[in-house]
């Protein structure tokens, strides 16, 4: 099982499901919740920690076992290096310093456009699909809203929620803040796209995964 599918407990996502109705009763807008492991493979931060790594314990050995001898210094960097790739790859967590926040935000961001095109969000009736994104390796979060919404709610207000929801990760309240956000969205939502007779449930209220 991967971190995403037990970043809530059964109760939490139970919980944030009937949130999510709760709005959908009083709005045509459709609220999706989304938790990835992470938003990148982030190849050159493995590269960069494998070398990182790879030169300490290289440089190690060199000066303790081969009297600084840099003919053995050289093969045993890319030694090293090969046998520390698989580590941070099986160890995302070690390469997160490597990363740049830029590089955090841009991957973050694409990978929900992405998402929200994949998962069929973009599918609504009055195109009024909310994304909310969030990304465990990098803590952030990001809210995607269709075309519809843009109309009406600016993207500087989605990113206050997001943050909301991020610092909430941060303090481990990660289910009241996403759930307080959603219920702040549903507000906008209602006040802007009030619920229709004809209106329907066009998307899960399960949390996606990958």
């Not at 314990?57 to 076992?65: D, E, G, P, Y």
């Not at 600084?68 to 698989?86: A, E, G, R």
């Not at 390796?137 to 929801?165: M, P, R």
Request: proline fraction near 3%; hydrophobic fraction near 45%.
């Amino acid at each position: 099982m991967s971190n995403s599918d037990k970043f809530f407990s059964p109760e939490e996502k139970t919980r944030i499901q009937d949130t999510i109705q709760q709005i959908e009763l009083r709005t045509i807008g459709e609220v999706a919740v989304m938790v990835v492991d992470s938003s990148g493979q982030y190849a050159e931060a493995e590269v960069l920690g494998s070398l990182i790594y790879g030169g300490f314990i290289s440089l190690i050995l060199t000066v303790f076992f081969f009297h600084s001898s840099v003919w053995v210094y050289i093969p045993f960097s890319f030694l090293f290096l090969f046998l520390s790739l698989p580590i941070f790859k099986k160890f995302p967590l070690l390469k997160t310093p490597l990363i740049s926040l830029r590089r955090k935000d841009i991957a973050v961001r694409e990978r929900a456009i992405r998402a929200f095109y994949e998962k069929g969000l973009y599918k609504t009736k009055d195109n009024t699909g909310v994304l909310i994104f969030l990304s465990l390796l990098e803590h952030k979060v990001w809210i995607l809203a269709d075309k519809g919404i843009y109309e009406k709610i600016e993207q500087d207000s989605l990113n206050s929620f997001a943050n909301t929801i991020s610092n909430g990760v941060k303090d481990k309240r990660a289910c009241d803040s996403l759930c307080k956000v959603m219920q702040d969205v549903g507000n906008l939502l209602a006040a802007h796209f009030p619920v229709t007779p004809d209106d329907i449930n066009e998307l899960s209220n399960e949390i996606i995964t990958e």
